[in-house]
């Protein structure tokens, strides 16, 4: 048979040269609030008052589950959440478009084939520099992400203040920001993240990075690997790494309002096999004495293709390097800006 159209409810299928209208079973939401006592959610489930899942519990979500929340509502998770592997998507979401809070890790969580729609809503949740709330927020907590899509919503995507992530195969878009990591230990490999705050927006100062990292250069670092990802587009940075210990291999970043890659405030970044491409700045080692060493990139088509400095009057302290081998930078406005901007072994061209 052919699908002809289908609404909530109905459908209208072809069979031959005759239609045939059909009535589509919807089950009632199972409607949960409050701490929970059942830790097994299939079909439906609908999220009217913050729900918590209490310490030394775990909460199974069958996969294919659609989960609703209510305005600004969210789910803490005192114990631990986690999203079956294998088989339909599962799906967060919100109720009559209003959007939804997030999702509250205080222990752990694991995530597989999983979307996130019009989430981060509710302000007295924020989080970060750019005063929004993440969908999913970590507090210490053990996080891993596998083939998850967070999209289309007022917060940002992630937000953690210390602990461990993992994020593979996952996109964020159409966020206020792709997210931002206090003193946290993160892997991300094979992801993308895109169009911050959304496609087409004005140029505002909220900061719209594509991810914001925050270190503190004055102890040991957590390390943060980012393998084979892509940036592509946002109002502010691509990657702004504020004292962090930071290494890219295999980057794609493009488009970004202000720097493709913003290093500042100490702490290290290693760049390999990456492209920075169509920003202000491609590169840049801002105040803070960052160190910051690239090999095989290709910058190009930004404003500024390497700069030491940036555009903040108050903080004059420009003692950092950038070191580049084996690189290309061409076809940007200017080469290079300031001062102590070193290039060894660097093909370059204007």
């Known amino acids: 048979f052919t699908p002809v159209y289908s609404a909530p409810g109905a459908a209208q299928v072809a069979l031959g040269s005759n239609t045939l209208d059909l009535e589509i079973a ?3 939401p199972t409607v949960v609030s409050g701490e929970l006592t059942d830790f097994s959610w299939s079909g439906v489930i609908q ?33 631990s959440i986690e999203v079956a592997a294998g088989g339909p998507m599962t799906l967060f979401t919100s109720i009559n478009g209003e959007p939804w809070g997030g999702i509250v890790i205080n222990g ?16 007295g ?21 596998r083939d998850v899509v967070i999209q289309d919503g007022p917060g940002k995507a992630l937000g953690a203040r210390g602990g461990t992530w993992t994020i593979e195969n996952s996109l964020f878009t159409r966020l206020d920001t792709g997210g931002e990591f206090e003193r946290t230990e993160l892997t991300i490999t094979d992801s993308q993240w895109m169009d911050f705050p959304a496609i087409d927006a004005p140029v505002m100062d909220d900061d719209n990075d594509g991810i914001y990292l925050l270190g503190d250069s004055s102890t040991e670092q ?10 592509i587009g946002g109002a502010d940075d691509g990657i702004d790494h504020n004292g962090s210990r930071v290494q ?11 720097e493709c890659v913003a290093t500042s405030s100490g702490g290290t970044v290693e760049l390999s096999d990456t492209l ?56 940007n406005g200017d080469f290079a800006d300031r001062k102590s901007t070193r290039l060894n072994s660097s093909h370059e061209s204007h």
């Open 108 to 123: 752990s969580a694991s995530f597989d084939n999983t979307a996130f729609i019009n989430g981060g809503g509710n302000e």
């Open 276 to 331: 920075l491409s169509g920003c202000a700045q491609g590169l840049e080692a801002g105040y803070g004495g960052p160190q910051v060493t690239g090999d095989h990139l290709l910058i190009q088509n930004s404003g500024i293709g390497v700069r030491i400095g940036d555009s903040y009057s108050d903080r004059p302290d420009y003692s950092g390097t950038i070191t580049l081998t084996d690189s290309i930078i061409q076809g």
């Open 26 to 28: 919807q089950p009632s």
């Open 248 to 258: 890219i291999t295999g980057g794609y970043i493009e488009g970004f309002a202000n």
């Open 125 to 145: 949740r924020a989080f970060g520099h750019s005063g929004s709330q993440p969908v999913i927020f970590g507090e210490a907590a053990n996080v891993t992400l």
């Open 222 to 231: 957590p390390l943060i690997t980012i393998t084979n990802s892509t940036w």
């Open 47 to 79: 999220v009217d008052a913050n729900v918590t899942v209490p310490a030394g519990e775990t909460l199974i979500i069958e996969p294919g589950t659609i989960v609703m929340t209510a305005l600004d509502r969210s789910i803490i998770v005192d114990g």
